[in-house]
């Protein structure tokens, strides 16, 4: 597994970081991976990817 660092720009004005995952088998430890590095699931949105494939919404306040 590759891990990916995040850097903020200094001087910006960021508030949020957004990550958009799939809700199949496929991507089960990467959603876990954010939850457990400060990340809340905000919601979902049905049929994004393909037909039963959500998007998920991850947000995680700066």
Known sequence: MV?????????KDQRILTV???????FVLTR???VQNGYDEEGQIPGFW????????FRKAL
Do not use: C, H, M
């Open 3 to 11: 891990l990916a660092a995040v850097q903020y720009p200094e001087g």
């Open 20 to 26: 958009d995952l799939s809700d199949t088998d496929g």
């Open 32 to 34: 876990k991976f954010y």
């Open 50 to 57: 393909a037909a039963r494939d959500a998007n998920v919404i």
